[in-house]
């Protein structure tokens, strides 16, 4: 077999090269891309484009061949890059060529895979920058978490948490658990905390993860996201749920099913606002709600009750809130964005 020629230098002098990371799975893509952040040292900045802004981000060019002032160390990240014509890699690779040498490009294809096949457009393999990573080992691929993957996945998880896995644990997460890493992350975080000081995960914890698909939950956040005046009853069970939750055994409080669950509704929100109805799996008698919904919240809404979810469980986790009080507040704000009331921070990304 020949030897697979080298890319010239003209390719590569730039120190740090570039990296092309393929994996459906944002949340896996976030964390791969914190990694590579932490690499270049604690000041590394992060800026992120999208490869499916119609027109692209002019703004992209002078970040990928402008060298920083302070020389800071900057991961310029292009998000779904999958999406891009072959003109614009075109450009992208004699961009590589002025690269600032302060700057990791690093390009996301975030298709779904087929047949347990990357979505590699034929073209890109044929451009220097496909070669290039090809050649220095700049290319990380993941399918996300399938059948296949999530049993390391929990495995690197507990090994980083110094947790121990009983007999039979690992099977019966695998079971339970969904398979976007986003809500998987909220799911752990809830076991670790309930191992406390013993370190270990038994089969039998797998009953505080919560149920994800179609659900009561459904219903509760429809009845949020309502107005008071038009339907005062949905509103007030949903409330009444919430107020009654102090009482219940903590077995049966709902705060971190309720985090749980919208994660996984804020990803299928995402996909139906982006146009991708054929990868939500849910209900079909309940689809054209949460699609109403996502459009009324656009990408800027949906990354708000992100945000929210994700605040709401750090603070659990972290002791620095009470469950009970973090669920009537992250109620209040989640209703308040659902109706509308509350205009959601940041651009529409």
């Not at 994700?310 to 972290?318: Q, R, T």
Request: with cysteine; charged share 25%; hydrophobic share 45%.
């Amino acid at each position: 077999m020949p030897q697979q020629a080298r890319p010239n230098a003209s390719a590569t002098r730039a120190w740090r090269g570039h990296r092309v990371l393929i994996c459906p799975d944002a949340e896996l893509l976030r964390r791969r891309i914190a990694k590579l952040a932490a690499g270049l040292g604690s000041n590394a900045e992060r800026k992120i484009f999208w490869g499916d802004d119609e027109p692209f981000p002019q703004a992209f060019w002078p970040q990928l061949t402008t060298q920083n002032l302070f020389s800071t160390p900057t991961v310029v990240v292009l998000r779904r890059a999958e999406s891009l014509k072959a003109e614009v890699w075109d450009r992208i690779d004699e961009g590589l060529k002025l690269q600032a040498s302060t700057v990791l490009p690093v390009f996301c294809l975030e298709g779904r895979w087929k047949d347990a096949k990357p979505p590699v457009p034929a073209f890109l393999t044929k451009r220097g920058l496909w070669t290039a990573a090809e050649s220095c080992g700049w290319i990380w691929q993941s399918p996300g978490l399938t059948d296949a993957t999530l049993p390391k996945f929990i495995d690197t998880w507990a090994a980083e948490k110094g947790l121990a896995l009983d007999a039979g644990a690992k099977p019966a997460l695998c079971d339970a658990l969904p398979r976007d890493a986003f809500a998987v992350g909220l799911e752990l975080d809830k076991l670790e905390l309930a191992a406390g000081e013993t370190r270990r995960i038994d089969a039998s914890m797998v009953e505080l993860i919560a149920p994800h698909g179609d659900m009561e939950f459904f219903d509760f956040i429809r009845a949020l996201s309502a107005d008071p005046a038009a339907e005062p009853e949905a509103v007030r069970g949903a409330w009444s749920r919430v107020l009654d939750d102090r009482l219940r055994p903590a077995n049966d409080k709902i705060l971190f099913q309720l985090l749980g669950y919208m994660s996984w509704q804020a990803r299928q929100m995402w996909l139906l606002n982006e146009g991708e109805e054929h990868k939500v799996r849910m209900n079909p008698r309940d689809k054209p709600a949460l699609a109403r919904m996502a459009k009324r919240l656009g990408r800027a809404g949906i990354a708000r009750v992100i945000e929210l979810t994700l605040d709401a469980n750090l603070g659990v986790i972290s002791g620095q809130r009470r469950p009970d009080d973090t669920l009537e507040a992250y109620v209040a704000r989640l209703s308040e964005l659902l109706r509308g009331a509350a205009a959601p921070a940041g651009g529409t990304r």
